[in-house]
């Protein structure tokens, strides 16, 4: 009865997650930019910020109980996952032309580079230990630094967003009140996905307790889970400027910036976060 329960409890909060996602945390998103007149770059790295609250969460969580092993494969399914969706959706939307883009291409090779990072460390034997931290730091800003100057080098034409120059680019009354409110949704958003994380990571330690699973497999389910939310923005963004009739690439660049910051947050500053926490836990 108690494994039928628990089975139950996986189901709902799944489904919580992607509904979050889906009806709350994009539209959100796309409000706060088309009211802040963001370009698609920017939009992808918050949506990469904001979809990755729940590895963020199972990370940490793993880290307090001394399941070091369970976050690391997490970060690994996780990274690895978001690539395959994002892969999945440009094909659902027949956008894969834009994969030519040379800064696309830059940035799809910096995210196969955070799936390879960690396989070598397991490959070489080398430990996810504090003395690791400073170079995860350096390899998040070096990345980042990369994208932004590939974007300004290869993207330099302005994107049909910017390219708006009617109403919507003029501060129309009650635009002030859309950006406070829907920024104060977003943290909602955040929390929610935060919360139902928790309970999802506390709910697959105890399957895999009930059957004895390992810490990779409890590390690949969440990882396949904490996923969601990536793959429902994948989609949605280049559904987005479709449906608007607007340049397909632009759709691709934001999916491709939320891709990349989703995997380089997760590996760099989430991973470093879970050691440091693990190393407190053991003082």
């Given at each position: 009865?108690?494994?039928?329960?628990?089975?139950?409890?996986f189901i709902i909060y799944?489904?919580?997650?992607?509904?979050?996602?889906?009806?709350?945390?994009?539209?959100?998103?796309?409000?706060?930019?088309?009211?802040?007149?963001?370009?698609?770059?920017?939009?992808?790295?918050?949506?990469?910020?904001?979809?990755?609250?729940?590895?963020?969460?199972?990370?940490?969580?793993?880290?307090?109980?001394?399941?070091?092993?369970?976050?690391?494969?997490?970060?690994?399914?996780?990274?690895?996952?978001?690539?395959?969706?994002?892969?999945?959706?440009?094909?659902?939307n027949k956008n894969q032309?834009?994969?030519?883009?040379?800064?696309?291409?830059?940035?799809?090779?910096?995210?196969?580079?955070?799936?390879?990072?960690?396989?070598?460390?397991?490959?070489?034997?080398?430990?996810?230990?504090?003395?690791?931290?400073?170079?995860?730091?350096?390899?998040?800003?070096?990345?980042?630094?990369?994208?932004?100057?590939?974007?300004?080098?290869?993207?330099?034409?302005?994107?049909?967003?910017?390219?708006?120059?009617?109403?919507?680019?003029?501060?129309?009354?009650?635009?002030?009140?859309?950006?406070?409110?829907?920024?104060?949704?977003?943290?909602?958003?955040?929390?929610?996905?935060?919360?139902?994380?928790?309970?999802?990571?506390?709910?697959?330690?105890?399957?895999?307790?009930?059957?004895?699973?390992?810490?990779?497999?409890?590390?690949?389910?969440?990882?396949?889970?904490?996923?969601?939310?990536?793959?429902?923005?994948?989609?949605?963004?280049?559904?987005?400027?479709?449906?608007?009739?607007?340049?397909?690439?632009?759709?691709?660049?934001?999916?491709?910036?939320?891709?990349?910051?989703?995997?380089?947050?997760?590996?760099?500053?989430?991973?470093?976060?879970?050691?440091?926490?693990?190393?407190?836990?053991?003082?």
């Open positions: 009865m108690r494994l039928i329960l628990e089975f139950l409890k799944t489904l919580v997650i992607v509904l979050i996602s889906k009806y709350f945390l994009v539209p959100v998103l796309r409000k706060l930019a088309e009211a802040l007149k963001l370009k698609p770059k920017t939009v992808g790295n918050i949506t990469g910020l904001a979809t990755s609250a729940p590895e963020l969460l199972t990370v940490c969580f793993s880290s307090v109980t001394g399941l070091t092993s369970t976050s690391t494969y997490n970060i690994i399914s996780s990274n690895i996952i978001n690539l395959v969706q994002y892969l999945f959706a440009v094909y659902l032309k834009n994969l030519q883009n040379r800064a696309i291409k830059i940035d799809l090779t910096m995210v196969i580079f955070t799936i390879i990072i960690p396989i070598l460390l397991f490959i070489f034997k080398i430990n996810f230990s504090v003395s690791i931290v400073p170079a995860f730091v350096l390899l998040f800003l070096l990345f980042y630094y990369i994208n932004a100057n590939s974007h300004k080098l290869y993207l330099n034409k302005k994107t049909s967003f910017e390219n708006k120059i009617s109403d919507e680019q003029k501060w129309v009354k009650g635009k002030k009140s859309v950006i406070i409110k829907n920024s104060i949704f977003l943290v909602i958003i955040s929390v929610m996905l935060y919360f139902t994380g928790n309970l999802l990571g506390n709910n697959l330690k105890t399957l895999c307790h009930l059957f004895k699973i390992s810490e990779w497999v409890i590390g690949i389910l969440l990882g396949f889970i904490t996923s969601i939310p990536e793959l429902i923005t994948f989609i949605e963004s280049q559904k987005h400027y479709k449906f608007k009739k607007e340049n397909s690439e632009d759709g691709v660049i934001e999916a491709t910036n939320n891709l990349l910051t989703s995997n380089i947050v997760n590996l760099f500053i989430i991973q470093s976060l879970g050691i440091i926490i693990y190393e407190f836990t053991k003082l």
